[in-house]
């Protein structure tokens, strides 16, 4: 058992980027507005994170080597970079998302000012990823721990609410309900898929196991498996609680005026109780503080892969967090602003996932274990799919 154990720690670092503040404003607009109906969306975005965060770390264990450097060997330089400008803005949609929802987190318990709390966002996270040069698997438990936060958070939350099983269940049929449900589906999808943990999980898997031979690397890939599955499946019970919760309380008794997160906290407060709410706060903190210092972790992974460069972590900081304290310092809405930049992440997935695909059913590169049929057809559904959603968005842009 403490052999197995020692073999996790990688999917839950990928899985803190799916709990992100982001995912805070996704679900509880969802719920809010929609009650249940978008219950299967966030069904669906997590089984699709599960094979994805699947393929990226067999990417690692396969080759040795992560997701960007596989890039900047097979597509050539040109390719190569314009993935990794890409990448380098949808970490700014990242960070943005991650510091909004940490610095509203710390104003919510502290009564910190927006802009002060993201500069202590910022100081804190460096402390976190600061853990990783003394061991990978301190940093690893230290985000396995936020993690554990955020869900016992909202399992107390979820408890105190209830949820109806019906609607639940109901839930689970796809529907949708006009333009803004397919907006808010689509930022659900991009808070869930996240494209920079698809680059970083490689990395966390390459050579973490030094394996002798195939037989090696399939016993090291079954761990991963089983990785995947408790992280990614731990990520996806926080985001349908946050789902269920705002349909709960306050879709079903009337509340449709709970539309940031900020109104959710007092919601949670004024309907249930001080408990409530500061779990509520202490899971928001813990979200944004964690996602952060795996954004930067993420961010120096992409830049040396695909381009071979590093730069000081203060620096790459200081530039992706750039559109957050703008958000902040400006007093633009919060939410408002959350859920936009996970719409702009779920443009970024098809570059991260696209490539992926590509790499991963070759035999040349992946050796035994290379993709099967099966495999390389969901994940190119799975690709289809999002490319689809974002079409149908920039569609309804133009033509409202």
Known sequence: MRGSVALLGPAFVAAVAYIDPGNFATNIAAGTK???????????????????????AKVGVATGRDLPELCREHFGRSISVGLWVQA???????????????AVGLNLLFGVPLFPAGLMTAVIAFAILALQRRGYRRFELAIAGLLGIVFLGFAYDLLN???????????????LAGPDSVLLASGIIGATVMPHVVYLHSALTKNRIWARDDNERRQVLRFQRLDVFIGLGAAGVINLSMLLVAASLFHASGHPNIDSIEA???????????GAALAFSVSL????????????YAGQVVMQGFVRRRIPLFLRRALTMLPALVVLGVGLPTTGSLVASQVVLSFGIPFALVPMVLL????????ALVNRRITTVAAAVIAALIIALNAYLLYVAFTD
């Open 34 to 56: 929609y009650g249940y109906t978008l219950v299967w969306v966030i069904v669906v975005a997590n089984a699709m994170a599960m094979l994805v965060q699947y393929l990226s």
């Open 88 to 102: 380098e803005l949808i970490a700014m949609a990242t960070d943005l998302a991650e510091f909004v929802g940490a």
């Open 161 to 175: 609410v209830g949820a109806s099983v019906s609607g639940t269940v109901r839930g689970l049929v796809p529907e």
């Open 264 to 274: 959710a906290h007092a919601g949670l407060g004024r309907l249930v109780g001080g």
């Open 285 to 296: 903190l813990a979200s944004g503080l964690s996602s952060s210092s795996v954004g930067t």
């Open 360 to 367: 991963t059913r070759r035999a040349d590169i992946m050796g």
